[in-house]
């Protein structure tokens, strides 16, 4: 049972790029997630779906977009990326809405120089 | 003013010691209340969950709620080096599936 997996684990990106992290769930949880996280900056959310077809906004969703076409994944494209996202990016997944026990997966390392 | 606040730390406690973490927040509409402890470059993974007012212990560890004071903490007795790691405390008001993360703290227990 491989639970969350992020691809790539590390990634430099040249400013104006664009390219997509890749995340998968073999939970069959209908709950995905987006998260970023910059030191000392605990856990921003992007973008969060609540099934496939649906996706919503999270706190920073700006330059970034999400798609989710099944329940196992839920791709987050960044274009044309900026230094500002230069960041860790966390996919989680969780069957709940409510209680808010989400699996992590081990993230995504991104710099833009 | 940010909805949870945490102090970042570093903490650093001799082995065996009792450690203390705390957060605040403003939105009393949060109802659930978590843990996450995050060990470097991995994901962070649920330690402790608590709903509403109160107390939960599992082994160790120690999650307490004062929902009047919008404080939380979670205590960990005889703390060991494997608990050298961030914790993040994160909390939700259940109605929006969103949780809104502390900054976290970092812990180091030194042997």
């Known amino acids: 049972n491989a639970g969350v997996t992020q691809t790539p684990k590390f990634r430099i990106l040249k400013i104006g790029q664009s390219m997509t992290l890749q995340c998968t769930q073999d939970?069959?949880?209908?709950?995905m997630y987006w998260y970023r996280q910059d030191p000392g900056m605990g856990l921003k959310l992007i973008y969060y779906?609540?099934?496939?077809?649906?996706?919503d906004k999270g706190e920073v969703p700006n330059g970034y977009n999400v798609s989710r076409s099944t329940t196992e994944d839920f791709p987050l494209r960044l274009e044309l990326a900026a230094p500002s996202q230069t960041s860790v990016y966390f996919c989680?997944?969780?069957?709940?809405?409510?209680?808010?026990?989400?699996?992590f997966g081990e993230g995504s390392r991104l710099t833009v120089l | 003013q940010k909805e949870v606040e945490q102090d970042p730390g570093p903490l650093s406690v001799p082995e065996g010691a009792i450690v203390s973490l705390n957060c605040t927040y403003s939105n009393s509409a949060f109802q659930y209340f978590m843990w996450y402890r995050q060990y470097s470059r991995k994901g962070p993974e649920l330690l402790m969950y608590t709903y509403s007012s109160g107390n939960k212990e599992d082994g160790r560890f120690t999650a307490q709620v004062d929902k009047s004071s919008k404080y939380i903490s979670l205590f960990i007795r005889d703390s060991q080096p494997s608990d050298s790691a961030t914790y993040l405390c994160?909390?939700?008001?259940?109605?929006?599936?969103?949780?809104?993360f502390g900054q976290g703290t970092t812990l180091q227990v030194k042997p």
């Open positions: 779906s609540v099934g496939a077809g649906i996706t």
């Open positions: 989680a997944s969780s069957w709940d809405r409510v209680t808010g026990e989400l699996f």
């Open positions: 939970m069959n949880h209908n709950y």
């Open positions: 994160a909390m939700s008001a259940g109605n929006t599936g969103k949780l809104i």
